[in-house]
């Protein structure tokens, strides 16, 4: 799979069109905010972060620019911009705005401190009421975070924490009950607007990094198993994560780090629920050692 099919919604502060390895894998989406690009196709943050997370889901080798590949470079992004800053609110809307425009995988690469507003609860319940995958990113703590940022922190959302090279915990990533996956983490290069790097790449460290390379790993599976629902899609990412940490579910690595190959090829049960949303003891799931 290379996730030919699959609409990826990136809520951030914008996407550049100009960038090379992007050329051709927008959609128009959406801007929230009046700051905001109404199409989502200007990358309003600094550091080029919107950018650099849709090339992470599906950048695509270009001619005359560095190598560099996304994990589901047949996909397409969907831009939802916040504009310059992003606040709950805007957060809840741009989740509306993306699945009215169609996106059946959203990457969340922000988050606040605290409990989700009840605001971003019903955005998210919307979104899996129409059998959309919602990724996030847990946190980081330099940023000053300590505990999982929502929206990642709702039950139902793939919250996903950072995992280094050599398939430990990166410690700049906060941890908690709430931690679903981990995936790679630190020392990430993706495409950046040229304002940001001349060559129009970057390297950068967080858990940004991590919940889009889940996106990009939902995208294949939704692409490859057009059959499965969210709750199955999400029971895969689950079920053949590689366990890390502790056995079983921890706080560190959640099910363990995302294993692209397992997830496409491994036989997995069928579930009929969501295995996010099952009710959770001390431990974690029900059945969970």
């Known amino acids: 799979s290379q996730g030919a099919g699959a609409v990826v919604a990136v809520i951030d502060r914008g996407v550049d069109s100009t960038t090379p390895h992007l050329r051709g894998q927008l959609v128009r989406g959406a801007g929230v905010g009046p700051d905001a690009a109404t199409d989502g196709w200007r990358d309003d943050d600094p550091d080029g972060h919107g950018t650099a997370m849709a090339g992470l889901i599906?950048?695509?080798?270009?001619?005359?620019?560095?190598e560099v590949r996304g994990i589901?470079?047949?996909?397409?992004?969907?831009?939802?911009?916040?504009?310059?800053?992003?606040?709950?609110?805007?957060?809840a809307v741009a989740i509306h705005r993306a699945i009215d425009?169609?996106?059946g995988v959203i990457s969340l690469s922000l988050g606040s401190a605290g409990d989700a507003t009840a605001d971003e609860r019903k955005a998210v319940a919307f979104a899996l009421a129409h059998d959309v995958v919602v990724v996030a990113s847990a946190?980081?703590?330099d940023t000053g975070d300590t505990d999982i940022n929502s929206p990642a922190n709702i039950p139902g959302v793939v919250a996903v924490t950072g995992s280094t090279a050599q398939g430990g915990f990166w410690r700049g990533s906060v941890q908690g009950a709430q931690a679903v996956i981990a995936a790679p983490a630190p020392g990430i290069r993706a495409p950046v607007p040229t304002r940001v790097s001349p060559d129009g790449l970057d390297t950068g460290s967080g858990t940004s990094n991590s919940a889009a390379i889940v996106a990009g790993v939902v995208a294949l599976i939704r692409s490859a198993r057009p059959e499965l629902d969210a709750p199955?899609?999400?029971?895969?990412?689950?079920?053949?994560?590689?366990d890390a940490g502790p056995r079983g579910r921890d706080v560190e690595f959640g099910f363990g780090i995302v294993d692209p190959v397992a997830a496409l090829t491994r036989p997995v049960p069928v579930v009929?629920?969501?295995?996010?949303?099952?009710?959770?003891t001390r431990w974690g799931a029900p059945g969970q050692p």
Request: negative net charge.
């Open 101 to 103: 425009l169609g996106a």
């Open 58 to 66: 599906a950048g695509r080798a270009a001619d005359g620019a560095p």
């Open 139 to 141: 946190g980081n703590t």
């Open 232 to 242: 199955n899609v999400i029971e895969r990412l689950l079920a053949t994560a590689r």
């Open 272 to 280: 009929t629920s969501n295995p996010l949303l099952a009710a959770p």
């Open 72 to 91: 589901a470079p047949a996909a397409r992004i969907l831009p939802i911009s916040t504009g310059v800053e992003a606040d709950s609110a805007e957060v």
